[in-house]
């Protein structure tokens, strides 16, 4: 499905890149956790993949393809199909996407009728029943709420209701339990595996947390710098992890709903 070879990503002029070498095979339906600390180039990589780099940054090496078709070939209408649709993005606080002085409601309806051709009273069906899939329990009270009537861990649902509208092949997530309490965050991190065996979608997990990606990815990348300085089955990454970065990562997982994973 999605399949990056060596790649870099250089913003601007600076003559080092922001990711090198930065290589991933991904089957449909595959859970992928990217960790490291901050700047470690997480962001980068995932937005690479969706072709939006912000600040002048562009793939500088290496080829990233989604479905065998190099995304380099991708105009700017094959973009505005893919996105939202077959790939698509949730953030640390979906809240901040959000406008906050509209109702949940009108905002879901225009970006269902952005991506298909709907009459406003089926695509308000439709993004209610999305919200209700998602385990918010009154979609149409939530469709007509506005963002500050929502706490965090809803918005984050309303969220990842709106990335899964279209039954998205990937789902790229950056960071997005890091605003929420624990319990939420146990919650969110449930509802996206139950993504994976519902539509099958294949995720790309970016976190802090190496207790969350251990107990949600198949596979897991540490990034430091730039750089993969560990890659593997989770199994692997946990009892044998290769680098001295990743040991120490290890030693410091906080518990995820007052649980300890690894
Ligand atoms: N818009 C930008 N313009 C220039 N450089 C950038 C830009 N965004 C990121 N970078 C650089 O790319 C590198 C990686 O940043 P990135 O945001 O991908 O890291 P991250 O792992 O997502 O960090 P965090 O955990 O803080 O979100 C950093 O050195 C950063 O300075
Ligand atoms: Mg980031």
């Not at 225009?110 to 695509?123: F, L, P, Q, S, V």
């Not at 099958?200 to 802090?208: E, F, L, S, Y």
Request: proline fraction near 4%; charge should be positive; include cysteine.
């Amino acid at each position: 499905m999605l399949s990056m070879r060596n790649v870099s990503v250089t913003y601007g002029n600076n003559p080092v890149p922001a990711v090198e070498n930065f290589s991933l095979e991904m089957k449909q339906g595959e859970i992928v956790s990217i960790v490291g600390e901050s700047r470690s180039g997480k962001t980068t990589v995932i937005r690479a993949v969706l072709g939006c780099l912000p600040g002048g940054g562009y793939v500088s090496r290496g080829e990233i393809s989604f479905e065998g078709r190099p995304v380099s070939g991708f105009g700017r209408e094959e973009w505005r199909r893919l996105r939202g649709t077959e790939i698509s993005m949730i953030f640390q606080d979906s809240g901040a996407m959000l406008n906050p002085v509209r109702r949940i409601g009108s905002q879901y309806v225009e970006y269902i009728r952005t991506h298909e051709k709907m009459g406003r009273r089926a695509a308000w069906e439709r993004g209610a029943r999305m919200l209700e899939q998602m385990r918010l329990p009154d979609g149409e009270h939530i469709m007509r709420s506005y963002p500050f009537q929502l706490s965090g861990g809803q918005r984050q649902r309303v969220g990842i209701a709106m990335a899964m509208t279209f039954q998205p092949k990937l789902l790229l997530a950056d960071e997005p339990t890091s605003a929420l309490d624990v319990t939420t965050q146990a919650q969110i991190v449930r509802q996206m595996l139950k993504l994976r065996e519902e539509y099958h979608t294949g995720i790309i997990m970016v976190t802090h947390n190496l207790g969350e990606a251990a107990y949600m990815a198949d596979r897991i990348l540490v990034m430091k710098e730039g750089h993969i300085v560990d890659a593997g089955t989770r199994e692997q990454i946990l009892a044998h992890p290769s680098s001295a970065y990743t040991r120490n990562l290890l030693d410091s997982v906080p518990a995820l709903g007052g649980y300890r994973f690894v």
